[in-house]
Structures are given as structure tokens and as C-alpha cells.
């Protein structure tokens, strides 16, 4: 009795009760998805709720006492998310910390593919290259190059970032959950400020196969990076005003993204002197990622990294403080050539990297 007690002791409940005020189209569901299979994995159609005879909607879920759940509501796909706050358009993932059982109260007033939204061009050039080999890739794939406005042919060449997972980095029609990272919008605009170095994007898309890709450890994670390194990297340099020294290219991604980044720095450091690794995935690793470095006999300590995490991510959070740590005692210095950023309340999305893009921006490549 007791132990079963103190089992139960570690669960909370949270209601959540939903209103519906916008029009509902005829026919259709309402949805939740989110960060449990319990609220469907990210599924836009992850569970159907049931309507209630009031018109309304009723959910109860279980979690452990002080996870962190996440979550958004549609109607089944990205483009029909819930809007339960008319002035986040579109919706960012409804938040709660389960530290105790509690009820929630949300109420829908529109729907994201009833909004008449002002257009999201991409501001300067984004081109699209098809026809690269991709070899030993199961999935073939094209990249794309965004140019600034002030991008030349003539003059200083110009500093690369390369990026992992590039639907998510310019248009929110292409982005997980119909939000990107606005690169655009960002470095236009320390550009103009004359906050980083003159540069261009190159955005490599992920495929089917992601979670093994961006993983240095796996094959398919080799034949990605080198993939980057002898396709994509030959090909820019070839095409473009652009640099090719190792202090000018910077490697960027989130979540697993960020780890392969961690990763490629290391691993093809005459390539890359820069890391952006945001909310990086390195518990995903088993470790390995921490032995290679604690037992490495020398590291590049003239390149720079840049590690953050959000408050709302948990395994990720604890991976990152561990990572700064271990980095310091191999000889990295805090605000010299290591940067690690801690964003309180940030949860693991597309919205929270977005709104802090500028930091690991102006840490690898402000002017000095």
C-alpha cells in the first residue's frame, strides 16, 4: 500500500478544458498533439478529442510531477492550428509545467487557415540546386543559398553559415509546424546594422532518415557530413563571393542539428572554426559524445561554440550544462572562444530558436 502511494505521489493530473468560439468548419475534428504519445508525438492528427454536449471540449492527462508538457490544437494538419491568442499568429505550442495537478482553461477564437495573414516573403535571394550526387545518401536532395540584398560578386569574400534542416529556416509554409526560424528576417537585419560579418546561408534539407544523419557516430551520419563537406561546401566556394578559410564557415543546426554541428567542428575542424548548437541533442549519443571529448589529446581551441538551451526542455537542459562544463576543463573560455546561453521559459521549437538566432549570430560572427 504504501509503495503504491508513494508511486502515485510522482503523477499529477491536468485538466484541460476547451472552449470554441472561432467558426468550426463542417465535418471536421479537433486535435491535440504534442511532446507525449499520450497527446500523439507531434502528429498534427495525434488524438481527436470528443466533443462535449455544451459545444466544448475535455481532455484529462497524466504526467510525472514537474515534466514539462507541450502541445497544440488543430483541426488535423499544421495549417489549421488553433489561434488562442490573437496576437501570436501563428500559434506558439501551449506550455505547462505539472510541478502539481491543476486545470487549464483555453479558449479558441480563430483557426490559422482562416486568418487573412500578411504574406512572408523572403527577403533577398533564396535559390534552390538540385542535381548534387549526394553520395552514399539514401535520400538525393537539393540545397538551397540564401543572398542577402547586399550579397556582390565583387569585393571581400563573404563568410558561409551552413544549416541543417533548411524547410524550417526561411518559410513558415515549409517549417515544422508552420514556424521558421526567420534567418532571413535576422541577418537582414544585423546586416543593415553592421552587427556580423557579411555572409550567406546554405541550408542542406534533412530527409526520412534525420535522426540518423545528423549523428556523426551512425554511417549515415558520416556519409551526411561529408556529403556537406565534399558536395556542398566544394560546390558554394565554386559558385559564390565567398570565403573558404575555416574562420569564416560556421556550421549551424538545433536539436540533433546541434549536435552534428558540435560534432562536424571537431571532426572537419580545417573546414569549420564556428559552431552554432542550439538545444543541441547530446543524451542522444549514450555518451559518446562526452568520451570522444574528455578523452581527446587536443581540441581546436581556436574555433568558437556557441551551446544554448531552453528552460522547458529537460534532458536537453542537463546535457548542455554538463557539455559547457566538460568543454571549460579542455580549455574553452566562457565569452572567448565559448558561449553558453540558458533562455528561461524556452521551450524545443522552431519559435524560441528563432527569437534568439541573433546570439549565437553575433557571437561567431560579430565584428570585432
Not at 541543417?164 to 518559410?171: A, G, M, T
Not at 514556424?179 to 541550408?203: F, Q, R, Y
Request: charged share 25%; proline share 5%; with cysteine.
Amino acid at each position: 500500500m504504501q509503495a503504491n502511494a508513494k508511486a502515485h505521489s510522482t503523477q499529477v493530473s491536468i485538466d484541460i478544458n476547451i472552449k470554441v468560439k472561432g467558426k468550426f468548419p463542417a465535418g471536421d475534428g479537433l486535435y491535440i498533439t504534442g511532446n507525449t504519445e499520450e497527446l500523439g508525438s507531434w502528429d498534427p492528427a495525434g488524438l481527436k478529442l470528443t466533443r462535449n454536449p455544451d459545444g466544448g471540449y475535455f481532455l484529462a492527462i497524466t504526467a510525472e510531477k514537474n515534466s514539462i508538457i507541450e502541445f497544440k490544437l488543430t483541426r488535423g494538419d499544421w495549417k489549421t492550428q488553433a489561434i488562442c491568442d490573437k496576437r501570436v499568429i501563428p500559434p506558439e505550442n501551449v506550455v505547462i509545467k505539472a510541478s502539481r495537478s491543476k486545470k487549464i482553461n483555453l479558449t479558441i477564437y480563430d483557426w490559422l487557415d482562416q486568418q487573412v495573414l500578411e504574406s512572408d516573403p523572403v527577403k533577398g535571394r533564396l535559390l534552390s540546386y538540385n542535381g548534387l550526387v549526394c553520395k552514399k545518401l539514401k535520400y538525393q536532395r537539393p540545397i538551397q543559398i540564401w543572398l542577402p540584398e547586399s550579397y556582390s560578386e565583387k569585393g571581400k569574400p563573404c563568410s558561409v553559415i551552413y544549416m541543417h534542416d533548411s524547410q524550417n529556416l526561411f518559410e513558415p509554409a515549409t517549417a515544422f509546424a508552420g514556424v521558421d526560424w526567420k534567418v532571413d528576417e535576422t541577418i537582414s537585419e544585423m546586416l543593415a546594422n553592421k552587427e556580423i560579418k557579411p555572409c550567406i546561408v546554405v541550408g542542406i534539407p534533412n530527409s526520412p532518415d534525420r535522426m540518423k544523419e545528423l549523428n556523426l557516430f551512425t554511417p549515415e551520419g558520416k556519409a551526411y557530413a561529408e556529403f556537406v563537406v565534399k558536395e556542398v561546401k566544394p560546390f558554394v566556394e565554386s559558385r559564390f563571393n565567398v570565403s573558404s578559410h575555416r574562420h569564416d564557415n560556421a556550421i549551424m543546426g538545433s536539436s540533433m542539428g546541434g549536435l552534428m554541428s558540435l560534432q562536424m567542428l571537431l571532426a572537419y575542424n580545417d573546414a569549420f572554426a564556428l559552431a552554432g548548437c542550439l538545444s543541441s541533442a547530446f543524451q542522444k549519443t549514450d555518451g559518446k559524445i562526452f568520451t570522444q571529448i574528455r578523452k581527446a589529446a587536443k581540441l581546436p581551441l581556436d574555433s568558437r561554440i556557441y551551446l544554448d538551451t531552453g528552460e522547458f526542455e529537460p534532458p536537453i537542459a542537463e546535457s548542455f550544462f554538463e557539455m559547457v562544463e566538460l568543454l571549460k576543463s579542455k580549455g574553452y573560455e566562457e565569452d572567448k572562444n565559448l558561449f553558453g546561453f540558458f533562455d528561461a521559459e524556452a521551450t524545443h521549437s522552431e519559435a524560441a530558436w528563432a527569437r534568439r538566432l541573433h546570439i549565437p549570430l553575433k557571437f561567431l560572427l560579430g565584428k570585432n
